[in-house]
Antibody
Framework: EVQVVESGGALVRPGRSLRLSCTAS????????MNWVRQAPGKGLEWVGF??????????EYAASVKGRFTISRDDSRNVVYLQMNSLKTEDTAIYYC???????????????WGLGTLVTVSS | QSALTQPASVSGSPGQSITISCTGS?????????VSWYQQHPGKAPRLIIY???SRPSGVSNRFSGSKSGNTASLTISGLQADDEADYYC???????????FGTGTKVTVL
């Protein structure tokens, strides 16, 4: 069964940077779009962004709230997807989940495999 | 970009059916059949239970069903069970500034 595991969460000061990693098991990682979704403490889910497969040029899209500050990348040789977060704000405090896009046949598929998340706390 | 609107809480007795609504706009729910639903137990990761409005992933109970009318999508849980007590979130593709929009979330309580 495919699993994804996030890592890299930490306590950071506002304005600083942090990089999260998501490592996936299995041999077909390179065929899936990978997403990041976050959840502030006691709050709802918020989609952060995704990176498509190299077959689609590795295209990336981001939520308006993080565009220009966050960057998603992938390394298919290592089955890893990264979330580089710059200029962090207190409102970026959340559990960050990595989520695989489901093979539903649509161009904007839902998320079927989720990790347990990694906590990012932005505070002075 | 506004979140989709869900009731804060819904409750029901074991064996009953409940329905959770998810209201969006013509930029998301109303114009695209790309609505999904997620179940999240406390301290756990979300789980996909409905996608493309009405489809269920393999392994998801047929007690969960989805529908849509206009700008409102709905999730119905029939034969309510104790394990159904969780938070539920809808999600839709959006043509707005953010491609995926989640709902505000609904806490389901089994009485």
């Amino acid at each position: 069964e495919v699993q994804v595991v996030e890592s890299g969460g930490a306590l950071v000061r506002p304005g600083r940077s942090l990089r999260l990693s998501c490592t996936a098991s299995g041999n077909s990682f390179h065929t899936y779009t990978m997403n990041w979704v976050r959840q502030a403490p006691g709050k709802g889910l918020e989609w952060v962004g995704f990176v498509r497969t190299n077959a689609y040029g590795g295209a990336r899209e981001y939520a308006a709230s993080v565009k220009g500050r966050f960057t998603i990348s992938r390394d298919d040789s290592r089955n890893v997807v990264y979330l580089q977060m710059n200029s962090l704000k207190t409102e970026d405090t959340a559990i960050y989940y990595c989520a695989r896009a489901f093979s539903s046949g649509t161009f904007y598929p839902p998320f079927d495999i989720w990790g347990l998340g990694t906590l990012v706390t932005v505070s002075s | 970009q506004s979140a989709l609107t869900q009731p804060a809480s819904v409750s029901g007795s074991p064996g009953q059916s409940i329905t959770i609504s998810c209201t969006g706009s013509n930029s998301d729910v109303g114009n695209y059949n790309l609505v999904s639903w997620y179940q999240q137990h406390p301290g756990k990761a979300p789980r996909l239970i409905i996608y493309d409005v009405t489809s269920r992933p393999s392994g998801v109970s047929n007690r969960f069903s989805g529908s849509k009318s206009g700008n409102t999508a709905s999730l119905t849980i029939s034969g309510l069970q104790a394990d159904d007590e969780a938070d539920y979130y809808c999600n839709s593709y959006s043509s707005g500034s953010t491609l995926y929009v989640f709902g505000t979330g609904t806490k389901v309580t089994v009485l």
